[in-house]
């Protein structure tokens, strides 16, 4: 009988690499918002791949920059902390960007790490081939990677031949998720994470990344319906008139995108309410981060 292989993931990488779109494309349902703005991504979102043979269980991170508020402490700390405990450790890179100042500092953070470091180029369908091998032998000079492996996320290319280079190196061990889970964190969060993807990409340059998604209310109806409420917060009034919108309208096309991958999420149909609230500078109060879900104990 084949031994059964499972394991812990770090994916790490500079901010929009595209971190989610690997994830979701691995795990086939998404989990991990995206958008081309960079710091999409807050917490840890662990990713669950089972098939016969292996379960290898991706922790997202926050792209590693540097950080501006509290906010971004948090993000960093978060990735940084991801580190630890796993087993091997991917570092994504955009292969349209090359090597950037923010690649080092990823660098040196990994000098420390004794699990096997893989280098994934991704957005390699954005590149010539022939630029691929000049960006390869820049990043062997300054690492001693495991394996370095091209892929296109959005298209797929490559990217089970990555998954099976990943297992080579998993080592033996249990089943840590029933087969059909795909993720570690409950509905409340994803559905939020939903929401604030349509606000970002509805919403473009307009909102930056200075809005969170509270729920406040999930509960099944009469009709057997789901009632799902939630607050959208902002910080400062002008930002809050742009999420509305004019009589309503993008407050309303927010709520209609984001309610049908919800529905898709939990597989029933829903009613979605949505508010907007402002709260000043809320990145930069600790009150406020534990308040909408952004816990340093737990990392």
């Keep these: 009988m084949t031994e059964y292989k499972s394991g812990f993931i770090a994916i790490v ?24 703005k960079a710091q999409t991504t807050r917490n840890k979102i662990q990713g669950v791949y089972t098939d016969n043979e292996k379960q ?123 087969e059909d889970q795909i993720t570690d964190h409950p509905e409340r969060f994803i559905i939020s994470e939903l929401i604030r993807e349509k606000v970002l990409h509805l919403t473009r340059e307009e909102i930056p990344h200075s809005v969170a998604v509270v729920i406040e209310q999930i509960r099944k109806k009469e009709d057997e319906k789901v009632l799902v409420q939630a607050s959208i917060v902002v910080e400062r009034k002008s930002q809050k008139g742009i999420i509305i919108g004019k009589q309503g309208k993008m407050l309303k096309e927010i709520g209609t995108r984001a309610r049908k991958d919800i529905e898709l999420l939990l597989g029933s149909k829903i009613y979605l309410e949505l508010w907007v609230k402002v709260q000043e500078n809320w990145r930069n109060k600790s009150f406020h981060l534990q308040e909408y879900g952004f816990k340093e104990d737990e990392y």
Excluded: C, W
């Design 13 to 36: 990488g500079r901010p929009n690499v595209g971190k989610s779109t690997f994830m979701n494309r691995v795990i086939g349902q998404k989990i991990a918002i995206m958008s081309d």
């Design 56 to 178: 290898i269980i991706f922790i997202d991170t926050p792209g590693i920059h540097k950080p501006k508020h509290k906010l971004g402490d948090f993000m960093v700390k978060v990735a940084e902390n991801a580190l630890n405990g796993v087993d091997a450790v991917m570092f994504m890179i955009n292969a349209e960007e090359g090597y950037g100042k923010g690649d080092q500092y990823i660098i040196e953070l990994l000098q420390s790490i004794q699990k096997p470091v893989f280098l994934v180029i991704n957005k390699i369908d954005l590149i010539h081939p022939d630029d691929l091998l000049p960006l390869i032998e820049e990043y062997k000079s300054k690492y001693s990677f495991k394996e370095i492996v091209p892929i296109s996320a959005l298209e797929g290319n490559n990217v089970d031949h990555f998954m099976n280079v990943l297992a080579e190196y998993l080592p033996e061990g249990p089943q840590y998720y029933p």
